[in-house]
């Protein structure tokens, strides 16, 4: 009975061990390659998968997800002679679990290697200056270079990303002068526009004021002209209009007269002014002739009395 026991125990345990080796199950974005008597037989897809014990091996399992790669920073020497230090990151994906598992001993050390001799070929094509300027060209043409021959890996390279283009010390700091060099001159040029913009400003309200200043004194002027145009017609038109009312009050009767009259009072008033104004005696050099004046003034007035 002991042994009958014992042998019970251990067929349990051999039915235990077979049932375990039979199912197995594979995580979701997984893939197990499974070799049957040392050959490739199958891949086992995501869930429940049986195989056969002791006949079928899973020989390798895979991650079907995106996988970054570091690849390590390594010197280049650019077109022009300069020593450029570069590292990046590659990511990848594995697209044919049976090719990632025969067709390379090693496809991730095939791949970082690839990247590496990709890129300094690249750097080597270019200046110093245009890898900065170039890190897209850069990485499509390592992307494309690798997933030729990454094909037969049976990994899809996705996209490689350049983390840091470090040159050497020296012509760090020289790209530092450069760059202070160029901005002090951008400055300088927006100085000097500014102020030829201010000139510019300035001339342009000078001339704008002197335009309006000169039409201001125009149209004075002119106002000024018209006022005086206008003073002198009323002033003709008044003297006009007296002339005509002494025109006719001299055609009155009485009138003649009364014009003797007014200029024998005129001509008394000036002579007594200059007199006034000298003092020496003033004569006048026709007596009869003022006397007649005076006679005919005084004539008048009797008359009108």
């Known amino acids: 009975m002991e042994v009958f026991g014992v042998m019970t125990i251990v067929l349990f ?31 086992l897809a995501p869930g429940l998968n049986i195989v056969v014990p002791f006949i079928d091996r899973i020989a390798y399992k895979h991650i079907l997800k995106e996988i970054p790669l570091d690849v390590p920073p390594q010197v280049c020497i650019t077109r022009d002679n300069t020593q450029l230090q570069v590292d990046g990151i ?46 897209d ?52 040029i927006a100085a000097s526009e500014g102020r030829k913009q201010e000139q510019i400003n300035i001339a342009t309200g000078e001339r704008e004021a002197a335009i309006a200043r000169s039409e201001g004194e125009k149209q004075a002027s002119i106002n000024r002209a018209e006022g ?46 200059l007199a006034k104004t000298n003092n020496s005696i003033i004569v006048p050099a026709n007596l009869g002739e003022m006397s007649g004046l005076i006679a005919s003034a005084m004539q008048i007035v009797k008359t009108q009395k």
């Not at 025109?247 to 005129?266: D, F, M, S, T």
């Open 228 to 273: 005086q145009a206008k003073a002198i017609v009323a002033l003709a038109e008044a003297n006009a209009e007296a002339l005509r009312q002494i025109g006719a009050a001299i055609r009155e009767p009485g009138g003649q007269e009364a014009v003797n009259l007014k200029v024998a009072e005129q001509y008394v008033d000036a002579f007594s002014e």
């Open 90 to 135: 590659l990511y990848f994906q594995i697209t044919d679990p049976m090719r990632a598992s025969y067709g390379s001993s090693n496809y991730l050390a095939a791949i970082t290697q690839l990247a590496q001799t990709t890129l300094r070929s690249v750097i080597g094509k270019m200046e110093l200056d245009k890898t900065f300027e170039e890190r």
């Open 137 to 188: 060209h850069i990485n499509i043409t390592i992307v494309n270079a690798i997933d030729e021959s990454a094909a037969n890996w049976g990994v899809k390279v996705l996209r490689y990303e350049i983390k840091d283009l470090t040159p050497p010390a020296e012509i760090l700091h020289s790209m530092q002068a450069q760059i202070t060099a160029e901005r002090e001159k951008r400055a300088l």
């Open 13 to 43: 345990i051999v039915a235990l061990v077979f049932v375990f080796k039979t199912i197995n199950v594979v995580p979701q974005q997984h893939a197990w390659v499974v070799e049957r008597l040392g050959k490739y037989h199958a891949t």
